[in-house]
């Protein structure tokens, strides 16, 4: 079996939104998804999370700015025959004390970027407008946001 590391981040602001970027290759086309990507070998998953973060939206984040939300395994969907199992990261930052704005830093990968409120992901994933893998739970994703400190 072959283990393969893969993280997201969810960004709050304000406890009531999360940013999202909207896929411009690849798989996906036109769904919104939160950032993430596919850990390096040598680096730890909280490292490949904040410069995937920074190359996708062009902001540099402290790893200490981080904190892991969720954790769990999942098999390769596409196709099970290839035995890989995903070690899913899913980290959380509170977007209040960024520097400054986000943006799209990889205009190849993203078109656009926009700030949604968490009570609008369960309807866009009911519409398919969210990436497959940006799923995370809604009521999780609230019970995290509820928690950042104030």
Same mark, same amino acid.
């Given at each position: ?28 086309? &036109? ?96 519409? &398919? ?22």
């Amino acid at each position: 079996m072959v283990q393969l590391k893969y993280f997201g981040m969810v960004i709050t602001k304000d406890n009531d939104r999360v940013f999202m970027l909207r896929r411009a290759a690849k798989h996906s086309i &036109g769904k919104w998804e939160f950032p993430c990507g596919k850990g390096d070998l040598s680096e730890t998953p909280i490292l490949s999370a904040a410069r995937e973060f920074g190359e996708e939206t062009g902001h540099i984040i402290r790893v200490q700015d981080l904190r892991l939300g969720m954790s769990f395994m999942a098999g390769q969907i596409s196709d099970p025959s290839q035995n890989i199992m995903w070690q899913n990261d899913v980290y959380l930052l509170d977007g209040r004390h960024l520097q400054k704005e986000l943006k799209v830093a990889e205009p190849n990968t993203h078109d656009l970027c926009k700030w949604v409120l968490i009570k609008d992901l369960p309807k866009m994933t009911a519409l &398919g407008h969210v990436a497959d893998m940006s799923a995370v739970p809604v009521p999780w994703l609230v019970l995290m946001a509820d928690s950042l400190p104030g």
